[in-house]
């Protein structure tokens, strides 16, 4: 009996669809909601849609509170790029962050996921490269024929990454690297697509919400963030040695790369990542 018991706490508490998850915690916040932890890992195929929304729908009915208020992408090998698009496009509706850990990776058409998150934390591998469809390979295609497949895709791309704030000269970037290799993005090309930050609309509007609700001035949460930035990011004296070698020799040393703000922090939200 105690047997069977513990197989349904586990299926209570533990909802999987596919490739999304959805897990209940023990845990609550202070408006007494239970938190949830919602991740999509491994490939992206075409049932995930329709799973992710099911969860979204079992979060808004049951009043859960998504942990971290992001979606954790949890070594995301990309898959079907339409599925991605649905996926980011509820992701979005419902301003959800999306947060990639340090020790994780999103590839390929999982990028398509991850710009959805109103606040993006790219801390892990980004990897990006051009799609394959093995359906669109295998038919007999003249040159104006793929010409005319390959613009349908880049120009649709291009609305995509544009409806989702995010830089749409990722796109050239993405259709240079051909499937059967990858690019590894790096620390500054996260940085300047926005891979580390809130969007700027939602911003405002987070910020705008906190100043009616707190009475503190927009001028002083955005101080806050400076000063956050700054606690995590503090000035190291310089080291003379690797100066002195630097100058002498020409050797360059390998900088550490700044800490960015949690997105719930960006966001002045409670949950700590």
């Known amino acids: 009996m105690k047997f069977i018991s513990l197989i349904l706490l586990l299926f209570l508490t533990n909802i999987s669809f596919a490739k999304v998850t959805l897990e209940k915690l023990n845990e609550y916040d202070k408006f007494h909601r ?38 954790i ?48 934390m790219g801390q892990g591998k980004i990897v990006i490269h051009r799609g394959f469809s093995s359906y669109s390979f295998n038919r007999r295609r003249t040159l104006e024929d793929a010409r005319n497949s390959t613009d349908s895709s880049f120009n649709n791309d ?10 749409t000269s990722i796109v050239s970037i993405i259709n240079q690297i051909p499937y059967w290799t990858k690019k590894v993005m790096s620390h500054d090309e996260k940085l300047e697509y926005g891979f580390y930050s809130t ?30 930035y700054y606690e995590i990011n503090p000035t190291k004296p310089v080291n003379k040695i690797k100066q002195l070698l630097t100058y002498l020799f020409d050797i360059e ?17 409670t949950d700590a990542q």
């Open 34 to 71: 239970q938190y949830a932890v919602l991740s999509i890992s491994d490939e992206i195929v075409l049932d995930d849609a329709k799973a992710f929304q099911d969860a979204m729908n079992t979060i808004n009915t049951e009043g859960l509170h998504v942990k971290y208020d992001s979606v």
């Open 73 to 120: 992408i949890d070594n995301s090998i990309g898959g079907n790029i339409v599925t991605a698009k649905k996926i980011s496009r509820i992701i979005r509706k419902n301003k959800l962050s999306t947060w990639v850990p340090k020790d994780k990776y999103c590839i390929s058409a999982c990028l398509y996921v991850f710009v959805g998150g109103i606040c993006r």
């Open 158 to 167: 291009i609305k995509f990454f544009d409806e989702m704030n995010t830089r």
């Open 199 to 228: 969007i700027e609309e939602y911003e405002l509007e987070r910020i705008e919400e906190v100043s009616m609700n707190t009475g503190k001035s927009k001028d002083d949460l955005m101080a806050s963030l400076v000063d956050r």
């Open 253 to 269: 040393f390998k900088k550490d790369n700044p800490k960015y703000l949690k997105c719930s922090e960006q966001l002045f939200l």
